[in-house]
């Protein structure tokens, strides 16, 4: 007997079958790349792909059709580097204080805070695995896309250990009972954790390489990891068509890194014009967190209040100063990089502080790509077979990419607070559930906010 996919979903009608179509009339598109807007422009949505944008006017007779009355649309925003299911306030009390109900929900709420803030896709730099993704795709909860890495991968002693100050070599921890975070040092161990990974649904890995500044064991200038340990990951991530992303500060660690074959610099500190031709010629990203940059870094309760992180901080800063005027003269493919661990309501903060602070280092069109068309090239990295969402492009408005758009009261080119972009960090006020210059938020063909 033959048994289709169509009888195994329960066939749809006729009627059922033909597909949802939205058309937005008379907007103004910034298109994820360039420097001009386009006014009047019409661009049809069907069922989750855009299908045509044209300047001339669109027959769609069923279509449900919104009148943009000149408005912004834009694509979708794009996180490159967040954390959707740590939670603060610090990491002994991630690993001695949570369960996996803290994490659940604290991950279901930050992906809706995400989608509510104009951000359809979400790349996860350590700690979320399969499980956010399903309920997210499957519609049970509100969130952006999501590329997730599972577990960090780390060395004993190095950024991804969580365990407790006293806990024996190959105890294993709360954080990597969960597949959130995990011990592996030398080749073999990386082998297979990187393998477990793709099992548990990561899109990509995620290696520490340097140290950090809130952690305990590790100084920031270390480059942790051996050639034949990153050689190992990119090994693997490779086997399936994808790539690595590496925590990597000092330069000394980037160029390893890139030389190893990663595809993706977080943080990257210390980048020079150096750094950049080499990421060129190996089509390599970086993404960055500019918070790292405010004098204010040294006022934060997990910095300020312990001794070895506030002397990490104060000489992270000083080594780091280079970064903002190297990314100028030299500026590198780079994506929009939140990286907040904490409550859902101080991550929206960080959010919109970061998108300010990527408009006032650089400008706003370098931030505007940064969280768009960018963020789509880095997604795509994923390859054809672990791509979550491989049929359209992302970031992008374009005939045939996914319709992940906004709609916007004015024009982000000129004002990034339009898409919630904020001065003030800590001492912001509280953000609305939803930046009130995003008038529509659409992702992958289904209107998820619409005040119009
Ligand atoms: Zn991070």
Redesign the pocket.
């Known amino acids: 007997m033959i048994t289709s996919v169509a009888m195994l979903a329960g066939a749809a009608t006729a009627e059922e079958s033909k597909l949802a179509q939205v058309l937005f009339n008379n907007v103004t598109i910034f298109d994820g790349k360039s420097r001009k807007l386009s006014p009047n422009m019409n661009v049809l949505v069907e069922a989750n792909m855009i299908k045509t944008i044209s300047k001339s006017s669109i027959s769609a007779g069923e279509a449900t059709v919104i009148d943009g009355e000149g408005r912004t649309l834009m694509p979708g925003m794009i996180e490159n580097?967040a954390?959707l299911m740590l939670m603060g306030p610090s990491l002994p009390a991630m690993e001695s204080m949570t369960t996996w109900e803290d994490f659940a929900i604290h991950g279901t709420k930050m992906a809706e805070m995400y989608l509510n803030q104009g951000f359809t896709t979400v790349r996860d730099?350590?700690g979320g695995n399969a499980g956010l993704q399903r309920a997210i795709n499957s519609g049970m909860i509100s969130g952006p896309r999501y590329y997730p890495s599972a577990a960090f991968i780390g060395g004993r002693g190095g950024h991804a250990d969580f365990a407790n100050y006293t806990a024996p070599i190959g105890e294993s921890s709360n954080m990597s009972r969960l597949n959130m975070a995990v011990e592996a040092d030398g080749r073999d161990e990386v082998l297979k954790v990187a393998r477990n990974n793709f099992r548990m649904g990561a899109s990509q890995l995620k290696v520490m390489q340097s140290g950090g500044v809130v952690s305990a064991f590790d100084p920031w200038q270390m480059d942790g990891r051996t050639s034949d340990e990153i050689s190992a990951a990119v090994e693997v991530a490779e086997q399936y068509g994808t790539y690595v992303m590496a925590?990597s500060y000092k330069r000394e660690a980037m160029v390893a890194a890139l030389e190893a074959g990663v595809k993706s610099l977080?943080?990257g500190f210390m980048y020079d014009c150096k750094i950049g031709k080499l990421m060129e010629k190996k089509g390599a990203y970086i993404t960055t967190?500019l918070t790292a940059f405010i004098p204010g870094l040294l006022d934060i309760p997990a910095v300020k209040n312990v001794p070895a992180s506030f002397r990490k901080a104060k000489t992270a800063q000083l080594a780091f100063e280079d970064y903002l005027d190297n990314m100028r003269s030299c500026p590198a493919k780079r994506g929009f990089h939140t990286?907040c661990?904490g409550s859902v309501e101080s991550c929206n903060k960080q959010i919109h502080h970061e998108q300010f602070l990527n408009g006032d280092f650089f400008d706003n069109h370098t931030a505007l790509v940064a969280m768009t068309s960018v963020g789509g090239e880095i997604a795509a990295m994923t390859g054809d077979f672990m791509n979550p969402y491989p049929d359209g492009k992302l970031g992008v408005i374009e005939e045939g990419a996914y319709a992940d758009i906004l709609l916007i009261d004015g024009n982000p080119l000129e004002d990034l607070s339009v898409i919630g972009a904020h001065p003030k960090w800590f001492d912001a006020p509280t953000p609305p559930d939803s930046p009130v210059g995003i008038v529509l938020i659409m992702k992958d063909g289904v209107i998820h906010k619409n005040t119009l």
């Open positions: 580097h954390h730099a350590g925590h977080e943080h967190n990286d661990v």
